[in-house]
Structures are given as C-alpha cells and as structure tokens.
C-alpha cells in the first residue's frame, strides 16, 4: 500500500498495520516506525522485548529528573538515559534514534501540549536527554502467561488511570502525587499477582494498594481519569499499580520550556528482553 | 572508656568496639559513628538492613555520573541520591548526615588519596552530591541464611577483589574495566547461589562468571588486586560478582577535583530493611 498522507508534518511512503507487524522483529518493528510506514500503538508488538515511557528533556533538568525517577522507583523505574544531545539509546537497542523510532510523540512547551507529531528530528536539540522508563506491558504479559486474567486486555480496552493521593518524592521542580492503574484480579490469584509483578522492577514492580479505592484517594473507579472504566466481577479484587503517566503529569506540571514524550501507548521498543536481569544489553 | 584520640582531626568522648554494637539499630550504630564513638567496619552490624557504597562528588560530574550508574546496574547499582549541597538522604534513612554518620572516609583530589577521615564536615560544599550504591553484605546475607557457605566470612578475611577485562559502558569522564569479587561455592550450589543472589539488583544481583579466571582476564585467584585470597576446596567453583569497588577505581580514574568515598568495609547504614522490594523509605 502507498499512503503519501502527510503525517506531523512528514510523508510516510507506505502503510503497515498492526496486524502486519505481529510477528516481526523489534529491529523490523522500529524500522516501520522510523520510516514513517506505521504510527500506529505497540501493544502487543515484539513480543518479549521491553518497551519504555519516554521523557526527552533539556539537559539543565535532567539531574533533578534522575533524582525523581531513582526516588520514586514504582512510578519511574529508570531503564536507559542517553548522552546529551545524542539520540542513541546503546544501552537499550542497537542504531536507536529516539529522534524517529518511536511512533507519536507528544511535545510540550511550557507544561502545555503544542504538538502530537511522528518524528521529532526537527525539535531535537543539542541539550536535550532522553530518559526511558519501564511500562506496564512488560508484568501484564506475565500475568497473563501465568493464568491471571488482565481485564483491559481482555475487552480491548485501555487500562483504566486514576490520580491516587500518594504523594511522591519530590526533586528539584519534580513531584505531586503518583497516578495508578486499576486491574481487577480474582481474590485466589492477588497474591499471586503480587508475587509474579514483584519480579518485574524495570516494570512498576508489585502493586502498591490493593481493595477499597478510597484509601488512596479514589472516589469512583468508574471514572478514571485517563483511559477506560472495566468491570470489577464478583469475587474479583480492584488491584493497583503505580503507572507509567506519573512521570508525564509531573513533568507538565513543572512547566519545562521543552519537554517531549511518547504518545500513549506508542512506546519505545527496545532490544533487550523483558525478563532479562539487567536492562542493559550486553 | 574514654578515648581522647584525635582521629582524623576528631575527637572521640567515647569508644566502643564492633561487639558493642551487635544487634543495635541502624539508628544506635549511626548515632555511635557520628557522635565519634565509633570507627570500626561495619560488617555484621543492624542486621537485616541496607549497607551501602558511598560516592561524594560535585554537581557538574553527578549527571554523567548517575548516567554510569544507569549503564552498570551490577557493579554500581543506584539505591540513594541526595540533592546537591544537602547532607541528607530522607529516602535512605531519618536523619542521615552523610557527613558525619560514616565511620570512615577516603577524601580524594585530582585521583589522588589525599586523607583518611572520620567525619568530613570540614570538606563538605555547597555543590556535592552524595551516591549511594548497594553493597554485597545483602546478597551474602541472603546466600549463608540459605546454607551456601561464604569462604572469607568462615575464615575471618575480607573478600577477594580482581580487576576483570570486562568494559564498563562509559559516560562523560567514567569507565574503565569492572572489579569482581570471587567466592569459592560448592558446585550443587552454584546454581541456587545464582538465583539468590539474582533477588538482590540492589546488591550487584547474579554473579557475572562462574569457572575458569581467565575467561575474565583474571591471571592468578591467589594474587588478588584488593582484599585476601581464599582457599578453593574440592567440588568447589570459583564465581564472580560485580563489586562496589568498581565506582571506585572508576572516579579515582576519572581524577576528579574532588570526591569522597567511604573506606572499604565501612559502609553507610541505611534503615532501608536489605530485602526491601525498593530502597525507598516509606
């Protein structure tokens, strides 16, 4: 197929869908993302590979950005920071450019939203450093390869993202209060959960609350902020996990010059495998 | 007793020896190092909490620095971060003055050991940032609770530490090669010595080689680079781990203005508890 849609402003000479990229390479995958062929989400693409949150952000913050994440761990567990100014990721892939490799980006200036696009070549800067952070996709597929239903998944959904009035750790002009996503999980299998999300530190690790939503200051889990509502079934347990647009909320509202991150659910596919020891490929 | 001693500058009201404190809390042995009353190692003290590596260094060096960290998660990994200037470390434990609560410190200038100290409040500045890194303790810990034997806690000696060929991934002035440890495990426990010690990211995690030195560019087991050899007995594999010393040789190579580091074996306690699913306090 030829599509010469112009896209953020860049011509994508052919079109592939989800669906062609089932099965094909994280290589193959970022190449279709590079060239502008797909832009579409990565969920369920390069099975067992680890996909990460992005922050790209001038370097004069990036101390205190590093600080953030190894403070607040669950929300903003640190999986690759890039040199400053360079748009490779060695750590994570080979011949990233963060520049073009990921989907759709979401650039912000002065903590508002000023651009969706899928290619940020003509934003890059010479101070700018990339940080990558672990998501959810990785312990959710363990849950399911472990028997544990995933609600969302199941219903085509996207998961349901609640503010929790858990306050972080603040660093430098970093902080506010953690975001959570909510999967309701039958009550034999929370335990269970538990264990196999604890596992996954590079990934939001174990829940961080687990049962009535009010105790971390939710007040109707019909109503999420962001994403989907799912159905809690009896004998299920709302579960929550620290999630992944915490550290997209915190940095909007340190209203940086320059900001830029992945759009939701267009995430950075890595080389490293998602249940490797390290996040460091070797 | 009563200890006049000047040492390092400072003088002790009172001395008491590592016997005293075992089986005291994090907080008890930290008060006894600040108040000067104690300087020993720390090894065997506040059981059941996190020991930590420590580097002192100056701002302009902390994000390069951090990003080293990020890249060798095995020899360096990140479990405390202070803002700069600032003697606390709130994540880490309550009332932490890292100037005072080590019981021994190696103050270096342009790459060069310029002091041994016990207190460096008369060195500290507005724009150092102290890292903390995990420390093996944990995972040996973890390993003799589990029944492996560990050779140099049996005989009484510090660990044996190698020089190893294998490249770190460098950022800005750090790199260079990683130091290991070696530990003689019987070989039916190698297996089970790997995955505890996996359990532990925040403690240099599973051991990097199992076998043959050479492999690692390590020339002689009984002529090591810091520490004392140990003897490898019948049915026992030599296995190697990443060790803290590594962050060491590393900013001392990097011949920095100024950095300051724990003396080896005397180690900042945390009251983060060792198996912790993060080193956040909470």
Redesign the interface.
């Known amino acids: 197929m030829l599509d010469q849609t112009a896209l953020g402003g860049h011509v994508t000479a052919t079109t592939v869908s989800h669906s062609d990229l089932i099965g094909a390479s994280a290589t193959d995958v970022r190449a279709a993302i590079r060239s502008g062929a797909y832009t579409g989400h990565t969920a369920g693409l390069a099975a067992g590979k680890l996909q990460c949150n992005l922050a790209i952000l001038p ?1 004069n913050v ?2 205190d950005f ?2 953030f994440c ?5 929300p903003c567990p ?1 999986v ?2 890039s ?1 400053s100014g360079d748009p490779a990721l ?2 994570l892939g080979h011949d990233i450019d963060i520049r073009s490799d990921v989907a759709r980006y979401r650039v912000f200036r002065n903590g508002t939203l000023t651009d969706e696009v899928t290619d940020i070549t003509d934003v890059w800067a010479d101070d700018l ?1 990339t940080v990558a952070l672990g998501c959810s996709f990785t312990f959710e597929n363990a849950l399911l390869s472990n028997g544990i239903p995933v609600r969302h998944i199941e219903t085509g959904r996207n998961v349901p993202m609640f503010r929790s009035n858990i306050d972080l ?1 603040p ?2 002009p970093f902080g506010g209060q953690m975001v959570v996503t909510m999967r309701p999980i039958p009550k034999h299998q929370v335990d269970q959960a538990r264990e196999i999300s ?1 596992r996954y ?1 590079q990934a939001h ?2 829940p961080i609350a687990v049962g009535d939503p009010a105790q971390i200051g939710i007040s109707d889990l019909g109503q999420p902020d962001w994403g989907d509502a799912v159905d809690i079934h009896p004998g299920e347990m709302p579960v929550y996990w620290a999630c992944g647009v915490t550290p997209q909320n915190v940095l909007l509202n340190a209203g940086l010059p320059l900001c830029i991150t992945h759009a939701p659910g267009h995430m950075l596919i890595a080389d490293v495998a998602e249940d490797a ?4 490929l070797t």
Do not use: F, S, Y
């Open positions: 370097e990036a101390l590093l600080r190894q403070r607040n761990p669950k640190l690759g920071v040199d060695p750590t450093v750790v660093a430098g604890r530190p690790g174990a020891e390290t996040t460091i």
